[in-house]
């Protein structure tokens, strides 16, 4: 079974601190994302990789950046935390042979910046 | 651009009756893949059917079937016999062009009731 882990189910951190997601994923895929869900918008893509070291953005990168030295790990990273960033931050990975592959999610972790 | 729309925020069912999930996609790739996925209240995204824009058959899978009308841009879910444990959230998605990107819909909250 695939498996998708994220450090943290829930955290809570201060304004302008800077803030780490990890990502882990066991099943050698190419790709992985950053999504953030909040009620009424769904999920929006932050960023994504296809490869290690390479990163494109997503729909709304803004006051994020991301990090991928290892195929199996991905990063997010908030620079400079604000209260509008509380959301809920899912992983997803998936293999990178074709378009359309089926995204496998992690457990999701819930931020509060206070 | 790709968009998903899913136009009912909140739907009840009764135990055992079937639902329909809407659907509706934009995009100008004749190229392009259809996702549902499952949110229970835990907050993992569980991927429940995939179809493709040139498969000429509905997509089935246990008691979810996709309704997909190419015509009219639209990959209803149906959900037959619900059950309780069918209560989530439940997301639309496609994927198109050669990114491996997923766009999402807003979703939809089924309550399934006795």
């Known amino acids: 079974d695939v498996k998708v882990t994220q450090s943290s189910r829930y955290l809570v951190k201060r304004t302008g601190e800077k803030v780490f997601l990890e990502c882990v994923q066991d099943?050698?895929?190419?790709?992985m994302f950053w999504y953030r869900q909040d009620p009424g918008l769904g999920l929006r893509l932050i960023y994504f990789?296809?490869?290690?070291?390479?990163?494109e953005k997503g729909d709304i990168p803004e006051g994020y950046s991301v990090s991928r030295e290892k195929k199996e790990r991905f990063s997010l990273i908030l620079e400079s935390a604000s209260t509008n960033q509380t959301s809920m931050y899912l992983c997803?990975?998936?293999?990178?042979?074709?378009?359309?592959?089926?995204?496998?999610f992690g457990p999701g972790t819930r931020l509060t910046v206070l | 651009a790709q968009k998903i729309t899913q136009t009912q925020p909140g739907m009840f069912v009764q135990e055992k009756e079937a639902v329909t999930l809407d659907c509706t996609y934009d995009?100008?790739?004749?190229?392009?893949?259809l996702f549902w996925y499952k949110q229970p209240s835990s907050g993992e995204m569980i991927f429940l059917i995939y179809?493709?824009?040139?498969?000429?058959q509905n997509a089935t899978e246990g008691r979810y079937s996709l309704n997909f009308q190419k015509a009219r841009k639209s990959a209803n879910l149906v959900i037959s016999a619900s059950q309780l444990g069918d209560s989530a959230m439940y997301f639309c998605?496609?994927?198109?062009?050669?990114?491996?990107?997923?766009?999402f819909g807003t979703g939809t909250r089924l309550q399934v009731t006795l």
């Open positions: 998605a496609m994927g198109s062009g050669t990114a491996s990107k997923l766009t």
């Open positions: 099943m050698d895929h190419e790709n």
């Open positions: 990789s296809y490869d290690v070291k390479m990163k």
């Open positions: 179809q493709g824009s040139y498969d000429e």
């Open positions: 995009t100008s790739d004749q190229s392009y893949g």
């Open positions: 997803a990975s998936s293999f990178g042979d074709r378009a359309y592959n089926e995204q496998f």
